[in-house]
């Protein structure tokens, strides 16, 4: 979930940059990392996250996938926020509706460009 986070953070990042290529290599690595959570821990505590994950997170990333294959800034920027919405709505079902996800893309706190 960690390294989940950040590679949302980066995909935000990039997709406020309007930076494309960019944005798709990071929606490609979050989709890698989902499919790792689902394999590494299908069930955790009694939460059926795979189930969860393919219902709801993997969903989530059409319309960025739609954005980055018609290479439209625009729709990359609002394709965040399916995202993050999911993230939030997993995390609230089950039971840690106290951690929160944000896009952030105002804040950069990494050694690395995101311009186009
Ligand atoms: C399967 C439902 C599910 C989805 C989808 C999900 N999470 Fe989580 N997340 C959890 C659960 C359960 C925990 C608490 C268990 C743990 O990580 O130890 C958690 C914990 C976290 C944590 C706290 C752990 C840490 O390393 O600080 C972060 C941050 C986090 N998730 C980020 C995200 C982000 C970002 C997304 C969306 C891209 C996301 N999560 C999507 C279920 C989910």
Known sequence: M???????????????????????????????QLRKIQTEAPEYENIPVALLIDRLAH??????????????AKQLREAIQPIVTTCNACHTATQHGFIRITAGPEVNPFNQSFAP
């Open 2 to 32: 960690g390294d989940l986070q950040r590679l949302t953070h980066k995909l935000a990042l990039s997709a406020e940059a309007g930076n494309v290529d960019l944005a798709a290599f990071y929606l490609h690595e979050s989709q890698e």
């Open 59 to 72: 969903p989530a990333y059409e319309q960025m996938q739609q954005a980055v294959t018609a290479k439209n």
